[in-house]
Protein backbone atom coordinates (compact mmCIF):
# COMPACT_ATOMS: atom_id res chain seq x y z
CA UNK A 1 0.00 0.00 0.00
CA UNK A 2 1.28 3.54 -1.10
CA UNK A 3 1.76 5.81 1.98
CA UNK A 4 3.06 9.17 2.05
CA UNK A 5 3.04 10.61 5.64
CA UNK A 6 3.97 13.98 6.17
CA UNK A 7 5.58 15.97 9.10
CA UNK A 8 7.29 18.50 10.61
CA UNK A 9 4.78 21.45 10.41
CA UNK A 10 3.82 23.95 13.37
CA UNK A 11 3.52 27.34 14.05
CA UNK A 12 6.42 29.49 13.13
CA UNK A 13 7.00 33.55 13.45
CA UNK A 14 7.11 35.74 10.08
CA UNK A 15 11.34 35.49 9.16
CA UNK A 16 11.15 32.15 10.58
CA UNK A 17 12.45 28.69 9.08
CA UNK A 18 10.61 25.33 8.73
CA UNK A 19 11.75 21.96 7.55
CA UNK A 20 9.18 19.63 6.57
CA UNK A 21 9.61 15.97 5.50
CA UNK A 22 7.65 13.32 3.56
CA UNK A 23 7.52 9.19 4.64
CA UNK A 24 7.03 7.02 1.47
CA UNK A 25 6.38 3.57 1.30
CA UNK A 26 5.03 1.31 -0.79
CA UNK A 27 6.61 2.27 -4.48
CA UNK A 28 9.85 2.28 -5.47
CA UNK A 29 10.69 5.95 -4.45
CA UNK A 30 13.57 6.49 -6.36
CA UNK A 31 12.12 6.22 -9.77
CA UNK A 32 8.84 8.79 -8.41
CA UNK A 33 9.43 12.42 -9.12
CA UNK A 34 8.01 14.22 -6.18
CA UNK A 35 6.09 17.29 -5.64
CA UNK A 36 4.63 19.80 -2.76
CA UNK A 37 1.30 21.32 -3.22
CA UNK A 38 0.02 23.73 -0.54
CA UNK A 39 -3.49 24.90 0.30
CA UNK A 40 -4.49 28.27 2.37
CA UNK A 41 -7.00 27.73 4.70
CA UNK A 42 -10.38 28.04 2.54
CA UNK A 43 -8.67 28.67 -0.58
CA UNK A 44 -7.26 26.67 -3.44
CA UNK A 45 -4.52 24.39 -4.74
CA UNK A 46 -1.00 25.76 -5.10
CA UNK A 47 1.97 24.44 -6.61
CA UNK A 48 5.16 24.51 -4.25
CA UNK A 49 7.84 22.84 -6.31
CA UNK A 50 9.04 19.33 -7.31
CA UNK A 51 12.47 17.06 -7.39
CA UNK A 52 12.82 14.41 -10.28
CA UNK A 53 14.44 11.27 -9.78
CA UNK A 54 18.52 11.28 -9.30
CA UNK A 55 18.46 9.46 -12.99
CA UNK A 56 16.66 12.21 -14.42
CA UNK A 57 19.63 14.54 -13.12
CA UNK A 58 17.61 15.36 -9.87
CA UNK A 59 16.43 18.66 -10.82
CA UNK A 60 14.06 21.08 -9.08
CA UNK A 61 11.39 23.98 -10.03
CA UNK A 62 9.46 25.77 -8.15
CA UNK A 63 6.62 28.47 -7.85
CA UNK A 64 7.55 31.87 -8.49
CA UNK A 65 6.34 33.19 -4.93
CA UNK A 66 9.43 30.47 -3.09
CA UNK A 67 11.60 30.50 -5.12
CA UNK A 68 14.80 31.23 -3.82
CA UNK A 69 13.18 30.90 0.04
CA UNK A 70 12.19 26.86 -0.35
CA UNK A 71 14.45 24.19 -1.25
CA UNK A 72 13.28 20.67 -2.27
CA UNK A 73 15.52 17.61 -1.08
CA UNK A 74 15.39 14.11 -1.54
CA UNK A 75 17.46 11.46 0.65
CA UNK A 76 16.53 8.11 -1.58
CA UNK A 77 18.07 5.64 1.12
CA UNK A 78 15.46 6.90 3.10
CA UNK A 79 12.93 6.91 1.28
CA UNK A 80 12.08 10.93 2.35
CA UNK A 81 11.47 14.04 0.49
CA UNK A 82 11.91 17.12 2.31
CA UNK A 83 10.94 21.24 2.07
CA UNK A 84 13.17 23.21 3.85
CA UNK A 85 11.14 26.75 3.75
CA UNK A 86 13.19 30.14 4.98
CA UNK A 87 12.07 33.54 5.17
CA UNK A 88 8.81 32.60 5.55
CA UNK A 89 6.15 34.82 5.33
CA UNK A 90 2.18 35.13 6.79
CA UNK A 91 1.00 34.22 2.70
CA UNK A 92 3.21 31.02 3.35
CA UNK A 93 0.29 29.50 5.88
CA UNK A 94 -1.01 26.43 4.36
CA UNK A 95 -1.78 23.07 4.01
CA UNK A 96 1.73 20.93 2.67
CA UNK A 97 0.67 18.20 0.87
CA UNK A 98 3.58 16.19 -0.46
CA UNK A 99 2.43 14.07 -3.84
CA UNK A 100 3.73 12.21 -6.63
CA UNK A 101 2.02 10.67 -9.79
CA UNK A 102 3.03 6.57 -10.14
CA UNK A 103 2.43 5.98 -14.06
CA UNK A 104 2.46 2.48 -15.34
CA UNK A 105 1.60 1.29 -19.41
CA UNK A 106 -1.88 1.18 -18.17
CA UNK A 107 -3.20 3.96 -15.81
CA UNK A 108 -1.88 6.56 -13.35
CA UNK A 109 -2.63 6.98 -9.81
CA UNK A 110 -2.08 10.30 -8.10
CA UNK A 111 -1.02 9.76 -4.58
CA UNK A 112 -0.98 12.65 -1.77
CA UNK A 113 -0.31 13.00 2.14
CA UNK A 114 -2.94 13.61 4.66
CA UNK A 115 -0.93 16.89 5.01
CA UNK A 116 1.29 18.93 7.55
CA UNK A 117 -0.31 22.46 8.66
CA UNK A 118 2.33 25.26 8.78
CA UNK A 119 1.21 28.62 10.58
CA UNK A 120 3.22 31.42 10.05
CA UNK A 121 2.35 34.34 12.66
CA UNK A 122 3.79 36.66 14.88
CA UNK B 1 -5.07 35.07 -9.21
CA UNK B 2 -4.81 31.90 -11.38
CA UNK B 3 -3.64 31.65 -14.76
CA UNK B 4 -5.97 28.65 -15.27
CA UNK B 5 -9.52 30.02 -14.90
CA UNK B 6 -12.40 28.40 -13.33
CA UNK B 7 -16.19 29.54 -12.80
CA UNK B 8 -15.97 29.68 -8.81
CA UNK B 9 -19.09 27.36 -8.72
CA UNK B 10 -21.37 25.22 -10.41
CA UNK B 11 -24.31 23.21 -9.49
CA UNK B 12 -26.85 20.82 -10.56
CA UNK B 13 -29.48 18.62 -9.50
CA UNK B 14 -29.08 14.50 -9.12
CA UNK B 15 -29.29 12.69 -12.59
CA UNK B 16 -27.97 16.28 -14.19
CA UNK B 17 -24.96 16.78 -16.12
CA UNK B 18 -22.79 19.36 -15.18
CA UNK B 19 -19.50 20.47 -16.85
CA UNK B 20 -16.76 22.27 -15.11
CA UNK B 21 -14.79 24.45 -17.97
CA UNK B 22 -10.77 25.66 -17.34
CA UNK B 23 -9.59 28.34 -19.53
CA UNK B 24 -5.75 28.82 -20.35
CA UNK B 25 -3.37 29.85 -22.80
CA UNK B 26 -1.39 28.94 -25.23
CA UNK B 27 1.83 27.77 -22.75
CA UNK B 28 -0.23 25.58 -20.27
CA UNK B 29 -3.64 24.15 -21.60
CA UNK B 30 -2.88 24.80 -25.25
CA UNK B 31 0.37 22.68 -25.72
CA UNK B 32 -0.07 20.18 -22.17
CA UNK B 33 -2.32 17.59 -20.36
CA UNK B 34 -4.63 18.62 -18.73
CA UNK B 35 -5.40 17.10 -15.03
CA UNK B 36 -8.95 17.37 -13.30
CA UNK B 37 -8.88 16.78 -9.21
CA UNK B 38 -11.42 16.13 -6.82
CA UNK B 39 -11.97 17.33 -2.97
CA UNK B 40 -14.09 16.35 -0.79
CA UNK B 41 -14.13 18.74 2.44
CA UNK B 42 -11.38 17.86 4.80
CA UNK B 43 -9.27 15.63 2.85
CA UNK B 44 -6.65 15.58 0.30
CA UNK B 45 -7.53 15.98 -3.51
CA UNK B 46 -8.26 13.21 -5.89
CA UNK B 47 -7.15 12.34 -9.22
CA UNK B 48 -10.21 12.15 -11.44
CA UNK B 49 -8.90 12.93 -15.16
CA UNK B 50 -5.43 12.57 -16.45
CA UNK B 51 -3.83 13.28 -19.88
CA UNK B 52 -7.21 15.44 -20.67
CA UNK B 53 -9.44 12.34 -20.65
CA UNK B 54 -8.21 9.44 -19.25
CA UNK B 55 -9.29 7.91 -15.91
CA UNK B 56 -7.35 6.72 -13.16
CA UNK B 57 -8.37 2.98 -12.32
CA UNK B 58 -11.62 3.02 -10.02
CA UNK B 59 -12.94 6.48 -11.24
CA UNK B 60 -16.51 6.16 -12.29
CA UNK B 61 -17.19 6.52 -16.07
CA UNK B 62 -19.58 9.47 -15.27
CA UNK B 63 -16.35 11.66 -15.19
CA UNK B 64 -15.25 12.48 -18.30
CA UNK B 65 -12.84 15.23 -19.41
CA UNK B 66 -11.77 17.16 -23.15
CA UNK B 67 -9.59 19.91 -24.57
CA UNK B 68 -10.20 21.98 -27.21
CA UNK B 69 -7.49 24.45 -27.86
CA UNK B 70 -6.89 26.62 -24.50
CA UNK B 71 -9.52 25.24 -22.57
CA UNK B 72 -10.66 21.91 -21.06
CA UNK B 73 -13.67 20.78 -19.67
CA UNK B 74 -15.18 17.90 -17.21
CA UNK B 75 -18.59 16.56 -17.15
CA UNK B 76 -20.00 14.83 -14.42
CA UNK B 77 -23.27 13.13 -15.84
CA UNK B 78 -25.81 10.99 -13.54
CA UNK B 79 -25.01 13.33 -10.81
CA UNK B 80 -24.95 12.08 -7.28
CA UNK B 81 -25.37 13.99 -3.96
CA UNK B 82 -21.71 12.29 -2.91
CA UNK B 83 -20.11 14.75 -6.15
CA UNK B 84 -20.34 17.45 -4.31
CA UNK B 85 -16.98 18.85 -3.73
CA UNK B 86 -14.46 21.04 -4.91
CA UNK B 87 -12.79 20.49 -8.19
CA UNK B 88 -9.32 21.82 -10.07
CA UNK B 89 -8.05 21.66 -13.47
CA UNK B 90 -4.14 21.71 -13.80
CA UNK B 91 -1.42 21.61 -15.96
CA UNK B 92 1.81 22.10 -17.07
CA UNK B 93 2.87 26.21 -18.26
CA UNK B 94 6.20 26.15 -20.26
CA UNK B 95 6.48 29.89 -19.63
CA UNK B 96 6.46 29.92 -15.84
CA UNK B 97 8.60 26.48 -15.62
CA UNK B 98 6.13 25.43 -12.79
CA UNK B 99 2.85 23.76 -13.13
CA UNK B 100 -0.53 25.49 -12.50
CA UNK B 101 -4.03 24.64 -10.83
CA UNK B 102 -7.24 26.43 -11.60
CA UNK B 103 -9.26 28.57 -8.95
CA UNK B 104 -11.45 25.54 -8.22
CA UNK B 105 -14.95 24.94 -9.09
CA UNK B 106 -17.11 24.29 -5.67
CA UNK B 107 -20.17 22.09 -6.92
CA UNK B 108 -23.29 21.93 -5.13
CA UNK B 109 -25.92 19.30 -5.46
CA UNK B 110 -29.54 20.99 -4.85
Known amino acids: EVQLVESGGGLVKPGGSLRLSCAAS????????MSWVRQAPGKGLEWVGR??????????DYAAPVKGRFTISRDDSKNTLFLQMNSLKTEDTAMYYC?????????????WGQGTLVTVSS | QSVLTQPPSASGTPGQRVTISCSGS????????VYWYQQLPGTAPKLLIYMNNQRPSGVPDRFSGSKSGTSASLAISGLRSEDEADYYCAAWDDSLSGRLFGGGTKLTVL
Open chain 1, 99 to 111: TTDLVTAVTTVSY
Open chain 1, 26 to 33: GFTFTNAW
Open chain 2, 26 to 33: SSNIGSKY
Open chain 1, 51 to 60: IKTKSDGGTT
